[in-house]
């Protein structure tokens, strides 16, 4: 695999939703005893995702592209499982661009990954709100 080019990566963000309602249909469908059981994963994703950007941050800062790489490898896992897809595919790119060792490029998808989150956010909380 080699490192995508701005505009392919671009297109392949575009293809992918910023939540996928067949992961929220099914998180919804779970049964969860009392409460919202994809609100409480919603709360848990976006606290863990705040300190998963500053992880990154900080391994691009002391260039230690294993803590970048471990960092984006987690966020790209918890990003699919909350079908939160837009973030799941930059950071899958992070960790290939680490891997690949050009921290550089991969810290300028950081940036990136942060203004996508808080769009996702945004749709998050639409999520909720739907459900009432």
């Known amino acids: 695999m080699s490192e995508k080019s701005d505009s392919t990566l671009d297109d392949d963000i575009a293809d992918q939703p910023l939540l996928d309602k067949r992961v929220i249909e099914g998180i919804r469908n779970l049964k969860s005893g009392r409460g919202g059981l994809l609100s409480r994963l919603f709360a848990v994703y976006r606290s863990q995702s705040v300190r998963l950007f500053a992880d990154i941050a900080a391994g691009l800062e002391h260039g230690d592209a294993e803590a970048v790489r471990v960092g984006a490898h987690t966020l790209k896992s918890g990003s699919a499982q909350v ?15 680490t891997g690949e060792n050009n921290l ?20 998050m909380i639409r999520q909720l709100e739907e459900m009432g």
């Open 83 to 97: 079908g939160a897809m837009q973030i799941a595919a930059l950071a899958k790119e992070i960790e290939y661009r």
């Open 104 to 123: 550089a490029s991969a810290g300028e998808l950081l940036a990136r990954i942060e203004e996508t989150f808080r769009r996702t956010e945004k749709e």
